[in-house]
């Protein structure tokens, strides 16, 4: 997960196969998030998260 400067703040990599997980963004401030998700190096999709 990246701040909208860009700055990696959390990531996590899941085992083959698990394809659901939680992210907890508690000791993150309210604001707009980006979300990228990659598979074996390759890049699928972003999601803009927002935290109020």
């Known amino acids: 997960m ?3 400067r860009g700055q990696l ?5 899941l ?4 394809s659901e997980t939680t992210i ?4 993150l401030p309210q604001g707009i ?3 990228k998700l ?3 190096k390759e890049y ?4 803009k998260v927002i935290k109020n």
């Open 2 to 4: 990246f701040d909208l």
């Open 9 to 13: 703040l959390i990531e996590k990599k």
């Open 15 to 18: 085992p083959p196969k698990i």
């Open 24 to 27: 907890t963004m508690e000791h």
């Open 33 to 35: 998030y980006l979300l």
């Open 38 to 40: 990659w598979s074996n």
């Open 44 to 47: 699928i999709t972003y999601f």
